[in-house]
């Protein structure tokens, strides 16, 4: 072996020397003899945009003569997830979990992992945000073992950002493989909680969430045997039998934190209702459905729907808070009639409304008070409906995009599928409202996938339609902003379309990757609540921000108005170089879009409404009871 630097580390292990070095062209000077090589960069993502201290690397290896076998060994970064108040980006590496700003991309935190743990991690999870409360100096383990929580007191440290944030709320954030999950303060680096054996011995854990205020976490196991509430205060657990589903089926009542659970322990769906914190059981009831499908809390609290599989029938059941049934909605009145059943069922924000989307390309709204059809919203096949425009989006031979408006009538692309089929292409099968008013609700059906709708409650019609290219996967709507829709389109990797009714015109951009690894995810994260207020401020952080996020990396990008107030500015912070996908030319991209680029990998992550105490004393809510949902309308006499 040739003679080696002096500032170069090296460690023998037999008939192989490990070397750390930061001058690659002084060690292959040193060892212009090697045959063998290996080179490892732990956070390089090589089928992603090369840095160039790696090309840097690269090109001193090859001028290593007698060179035979160079391995190259990565771990690339995984996807990040942003927090529910869009403060913060978690990006989980082989060997980290870091928590950057989303203001200024800087590390707020870094949590070191065990790298056979980071490998297997699949969950990311966030707890909702809500104001710290006074807790002990220290939690004791448990004494079983399994859970063990760690909480010491230490010097405030870090951004004064991260500081501010420590002293009013609490944020958690969890990482989970298929047998331990591992959870943390964001603000008290001292606070940490572990629960080991997560599936208790029945199977791996399929799915795990916070509960309403982040001091319980929700552990289902595999095969639907149970669900088990850990807590991280008292380090009790409590386990509930025979969950229907993982993912859904479950919600917690909102402000006051009560869980409704929709399980199936022997032959007959069954909706269990638990207090917050102690998940004591308050009551249960039997339902009157073949296979029901999921349940949804109306956002008042006052209402829980259910509704049965499409293949039993048209069927959706309205409960009031403590399991009494106030109303079944079958859709038809003829009893010789045959409904398609149920697709998609969503409460408006204000919980004045619960669209059904059904199979028959109809969207029924029921009133909160009778729960009688009011407005039925009918998606045709030829569209003619004056003072209505329709955008439909071209692209050129070139690759280029636009909108254009569409004489009428005009007759949407559409697929044909017949109902017996396995997946009939058929319904509706996305609803979402505007937040916070829900003036506008927005829809897509199967049968005509590239289309999308937008409702004017106000006016009980179609407000404009948008015809896409391709077929279109999801309708976002700003949290704050009510008329702010953004869409994403299956085959459109890394283009993204957004609408106002403040715009002249839809508008098309491309977010600046040069090139989109897996699976494209985008989300909101702004926090200004009209577009007047955009107009008003030139800062970016407090515009409206949408995080985009690949297989390797995550982009943040916020929208700038214009004087015609249709643009997003664009001046890559973190990555100059990055290039457009094909489609939209550069120059368009830098006309629309401001973004930072990172390493990262996107979860969907978990947000609930915090508690609201006002009101909860207001209607007398009790932890271990639920209040009538008529109690409101009783009076007192003498």
Avoid at 139 to 157: D, F, Q
Avoid at 445 to 462: A, F, G
Wanted: proline share 5%; aromatic share 8%.
């Amino acid at each position: 072996m040739d003679a080696l630097p002096d500032h170069t580390d090296r460690y023998n292990d037999g008939s192989a020397h490990f070397y750390i070095e930061d001058d690659m062209l002084s060690l292959c000077d040193a060892i212009s003899n090697v045959r063998q090589l290996g080179l490892a960069f732990p956070q390089l993502q090589v089928a992603a945009r090369l840095p160039d201290a790696f090309k840097d690397y690269l090109g001193a290896v090859a001028e290593l003569p007698r060179l035979a076998t160079l391995v190259i060994a990565t771990w690339p970064t995984l996807k990040s997830n942003p927090s529910p108040d869009g403060a913060l980006v978690a990006s989980l590496s082989a060997s980290s979990l870091e928590l950057c700003s989303t203001s200024n991309l800087e590390a707020v935190r870094t949590i070191s992992l065990d790298a056979q743990f980071a490998s297997r991690a699949s969950l990311i999870r966030w707890s909702a945000q809500r104001f710290r409360e006074a807790r002990n100096a220290a939690a004791k383990p448990s004494l079983n073992g399994i859970i063990e929580v760690v909480h010491e007191e230490a010097p405030n440290s870090g951004s004064q950002a991260h500081s501010r944030r420590s002293s009013d709320s609490l944020l958690r954030i969890l990482l989970a493989d298929d047998k331990t999950i591992h959870i943390w303060d964001v603000s008290d680096e001292q606070w940490s909680a572990t629960i080991d054996g997560a599936g208790s011995g029945v199977g791996k854990v399929a799915n795990v969430e916070f509960s309403h205020n982040g001091d319980e976490v929700l552990v289902f196991s595999e095969f639907g045997v149970k669900v088990t509430a850990w807590s991280l205060k008292s380090n009790r657990s409590v386990e509930i039998r025979d969950p229907k589903f993982s993912k859904r089926g479950f919600e917690h009542r909102p402000r006051t934190g009560h869980l409704a659970l929709l399980t199936r322990p022997a032959a007959h769906d069954v909706v269990t209702l638990h207090a917050p914190t102690s998940y004591k059981l308050l009551n249960s009831f039997t339902l009157p459905t073949i296979d029901a499908q999921g349940l949804r809390w109306s956002p008042d609290g006052r209402w829980i729907a259910v509704w049965d599989a499409a293949s039993s029938g048209y069927k959706i059941l309205v409960f009031t808070a403590d399991g009494h049934l106030y109303r079944t909605y079958s859709g038809y009145q003829d009893e010789d009639a045959i409904g398609l059943g149920i697709k998609s069922v969503e409460w408006s924000p204000r919980g004045d409304y619960l669209a059904i989307g059904d199979h028959d390309n109809r969207v029924v709204l029921l009133s909160n008070i009778t729960f009688a059809p009011t407005t039925f919203l009918d998606h045709t096949t030829t569209i003619k409906i004056p003072h209505v425009s329709i955008w439909q989006e071209q692209v050129s031979g070139s690759g280029e995009r636009s909108y254009s408006i569409s004489k009428q009538p005009m007759c949407p692309p559409s697929i044909s599928s017949l109902p017996t089929a396995p997946n009939p292409q058929i319904g509706i099968s996305i609803i979402t409202f505007t937040n916070p008013n829900g003036r506008l609700v927005a829809t897509r059906i199967d049968s005509m996938p590239t289309t999308v709708w937008i409702w004017s409650l106000e006016l009980m019609s179609p407000y404009a339609i948008l015809v896409q290219h391709s077929t279109v996967k999801s309708l976002l709507w700003h949290p704050k902003i009510p008329d702010l829709l953004m869409i994403i389109c299956v085959q459109d990797d890394g283009i993204v379309y957004l609408w106002s009714a403040e715009w002249s015109k839809p508008q098309i951009f491309a977010v600046p990757l040069e090139k989109v690894e897996g699976k494209f995810e985008a989300r909101w994260l702004g926090e200004v609540s009209s577009l007047s207020d955009l107009r008003q401020s030139s800062a970016g952080t407090s515009r409206p921000t949408i995080a985009f996020s690949d297989a390797s990396r995550y982009v943040l990008g916020y929208v700038q108005s214009t004087d015609e107030a249709s643009a997003l500015d664009t001046s890559l912070r973190a990555s100059q170089d990055a290039q457009s996908p094909s489609g939209v030319s550069n120059q368009d991209a830098s006309a629309l879009f401001d973004s930072s680029i990172q390493e990262g990998e996107n979860r969907v992550s978990s947000s609930l409404d915090s508690p609201a105490e006002d009101k909860d004393q207001a209607l007398g809510i009790v932890e271990d009871e639920i209040d009538d949902t008529f109690q409101h309308r009783r009076q007192k006499f003498p």
